[in-house]
């Protein structure tokens, strides 16, 4: 049986076809490469409590962000994944271990990796600030699920993040998002 159809298909509790499209533009945005080997040896990185109730503060290169502490963590040290316990939610936050030449290579990437979502329903997709830094971000639908996309350069640091979570989404989901449009902070002292 092949690991769509196998029983956990291959997501866990979500299956094969509550992934669909969601899933094919989360691995759109997922890295590739040497730092996948060097992902399976090293852990995730670990929240701090945030000093709101519930809540931990979780950084991966130099992007700072808050998250739900509930919410189930994997990944390495270059990517985090976070998934809400009901399978209604997934946040993934990756950077690059190589930079780009300049920040203008880094948001000429930026904008090619969000056109990988343009396949949704109902896409919005333009320039904005992020975490302090200038990005691109996306938003559409896909089968029932809601898509927040941003790819944010530090210079010539790239810093990918990707909220999805099923229509409508459940407010712990939208405050999250708050959070990530708020709070978030990358390089620096926050």
């Known amino acids: 049986m092949s690991a769509a159809g196998s029983p956990r298909g291959g997501r866990g509790a979500w299956g094969p076809k509550r ?3 969601a899933a094919l533009f989360a691995g759109a945005l997922a890295f590739t490469g040497c730092a996948g080997v060097r992902e399976a040896l090293a852990p995730a990185p670990e929240g701090v409590p945030s000093g709101r109730e519930g809540w931990l ?3 991966v290169g130099e992007f700072r ?3 739900p502490q509930a919410w189930t963590r994997s990944g390495g040290p270059h990517r985090l994944r976070l998934d809400r316990s009901d399978g209604t939610a997934r946040l993934e936050v990756s950077t690059p271990e190589t930079a780009f030449a300049s920040e203008a290579a880094c948001l000429v990437d930026a904008e ?3 056109r990988r979502g343009e ?3 109902r896409v919005r997709s333009h320039p904005t ?3 302090g830094l200038r990005a691109m971000s996306l938003e559409g639908d896909q089968k029932g699920w809601h898509v927040w996309a941003w790819a944010a350069c530090d210079g010539g640091v790239q810093y990918q993040v990707f909220l999805t979570a099923r ?3 459940p407010a712990e989901v939208v405050e999250t998002y708050r959070a990530l ?3 978030a902070r990358a390089g620096g002292e926050a």
């Open 57 to 59: 503060r979780y950084t």
């Open 65 to 67: 962000f808050e998250a």
């Open 129 to 131: 600030r992020f975490a």
């Open 19 to 21: 992934w669909a499209g």
């Open 181 to 183: 449009t708020g709070g």
């Open 167 to 169: 229509s409508p989404a």
């Open 119 to 121: 396949s949704m329903e």
């Open 112 to 114: 090619k990796v969000m």
